[in-house]
C-alpha cells in the first residue's frame, strides 16, 4: 500500500489557496490508494503461467491463510515442474498442517528425487513417519537425515545441529519404542558431541542408562541435566526415582529424593523417597492414594493395555507391603 503523509504546521488562518492544496493533497492520496489496491488486485487475480509464479502465489495465499488456494497453486507448481524441489516441500507442509502425514511423506518423497539427501525432507519424513507409529520407516529417514553427507541447504542452519536433531529424535524412538536403550545412548552421545548445547538430550541418556542399571553414568547425566534445567518435571521425577530406590547405595540420596519428588507432586516417587528417609507411614500414606486414584482411572478395552495395567498395579501393591513393612523400596 502506497502511503502519503502530509503536514500543514503553519499557524495563523488558513488561506482559500491552503485549503485548495489540501483538497488536492487528499485527492492525491486517495487517487494513490486506489491505484495501489488494483495493482494488488490485479497481482492477485493475474493466471500464472510458470510453475515458480504459481508457487510464489501459494505462499502469498498461504501467509494470507488461504489455504485451499494455496494447496492448489502449489500442486499447479508441482504438476508443471516436477522437479521443483520448494513446491513438494511446500505441499508436504500443508498436507501435515492437515494431520494428512501419509500425503505429506508423499510430497515430500517427490521432493526427494528432484533433491535426494535433503536434511529438512528426510527428516521431516522421519517425524511423520514417527506420527503414523512407522517406526522403522522413521528411524530409517533419521538416519540418513544425520548422515554427514546430506544436504543441508534447505535447512539453512548449522549442519552440526541439524544432525544432532536427528540422531535426538532417532535415540527417542530407540528408547521409547524399540526399548533399546544401548542404541539409545549412542545416539543421545551423538547428538551431544555434535550440540554440546541441545536440549533434553542429557535427561533423555540418564534414563536410558537407568534402564541399563548403569547408575554411575545415569546419575551424572541426571545432575548434569538438572542444572541445565531445574524445573522440568519428567527429570525431578526419574531423578528423584532413582535417587530413592537405587540398589546400589552410592547413587541414594533420600533427602534430595525428598525434595525433587515434593516438587513433582508423583505420588509413587513421593513414596519411595519418603520411604527412603524412614518416613514409612507418610510412604504408605502416599502410595495408597496413588493405587486409589490408579483405581478410578476406566479399564482399557486392548487386552495388552489391560495386562499392562494388572502388571502395573500389581507392582504397586508390591512396593505398598514394602512400606507397610517399614522397607524401602529396591529399583531391582
Not at 300 to 325: F, W
Request: charged share 30%.
Amino acid at each position: 500500500m502506497v502511503q502519503v503523509e502530509t503536514k500543514f504546521c503553519k499557524s495563523g488562518p488558513v488561506t482559500r489557496k491552503e485549503k485548495l492544496m489540501r483538497k488536492i493533497s487528499i485527492l492525491l492520496v486517495a487517487l494513490s490508494l486506489v491505484a495501489a489496491g488494483k495493482a494488488l488486485a490485479q497481482v492477485d487475480t493475474q493466471a500464472p503461467r510458470t510453475a515458480r509464479e504459481y508457487y510464489e502465489r501459494g505462499l502469498q495465499r498461504e501467509r494470507a491463510k488461504q489455504f485451499v488456494d494455496a494447496f492448489a497453486d502449489y500442486r499447479m507448481a508441482a504438476d508443471l515442474d516436477p522437479d521443483f524441489f520448494d513446491a513438494h516441500f511446500a505441499l508436504g507442509s500443508l498436507y501435515a498442517e492437515m494431520k494428512d502425514y501419509r500425503a505429506a511423506i508423499e510430497s515430500l518423497t517427490d521432493g526427494l528425487i528432484a533433491r535426494p539427501m535433503d536434511y529438512s525432507a528426510l527428516f521431516n519424513s522421519g517425524l511423520y513417519y514417527e506420527y503414523l507409529g512407522e517406526y522403522d520407516n522413521a528411524i530409517a529417514h533419521y538416519t540418513q537425515a544425520s548422515a554427514a553427507e546430506a544436504d543441508f541447504s534447505h535447512y539453512g542452519g548449522s549442519a552440526k545441529v541439524a544432525r544432532a536433531d536427528a540422531y535426538h529424535y532417532r535415540g527417542r524412538l530407540y528408547q521409547w519404542h524399540k526399548k533399546d536403550h544401548a542404541k539409545a545412548v549412542a545416539d543421545f552421545t551423538s547428538a551431544l558431541r555434535l550440540d554440546p548445547e541441545i536440549q533434553m538430550v542429557r535427561y533423555r541418556r540418564a534414563v536410558a542408562y537407568h534402564d541399563l542399571k548403569d547408575y554411575a553414568k545415569a546419575h551424572a547425566d541426571f545432575a548434569a541435566a538438572l542444572k541445565l534445567d531445574p524445573d522440568y518435571p519428567n527429570l525431578l521425577n526419574a531423578f528423584a526415582w532413582q535417587l530413592a530406590t537405587c540398589p546400589d547405595a552410592k547413587y541414594r540420596d533420600g533427602p534430595l529424593a525428598l525434595q525433587l519428588a515434593e516438587k513433582t507432586k508423583d505420588l509413587e516417587t513421593l513414596a519411595a523417597a519418603f520411604a527412603e528417609t524412614g518416613a514409612f507411614d507418610e510412604a504408605v500414606a502416599s502410595q495408597k492414594r496413588a493405587v486409589e486414584l490408579f483405581d478410578r482411572d476406566p479399564e482399557p478395552k486392548d487386552k495388552k493395555a489391560a495386562q499392562r495395567r494388572t502388571e502395573r498395579r500389581e507392582q504397586m501393591q508390591i512396593r505398598l507391603a514394602a512400606y507397610e513393612a517399614k522397607r524401602p523400596y529396591r529399583d531391582d
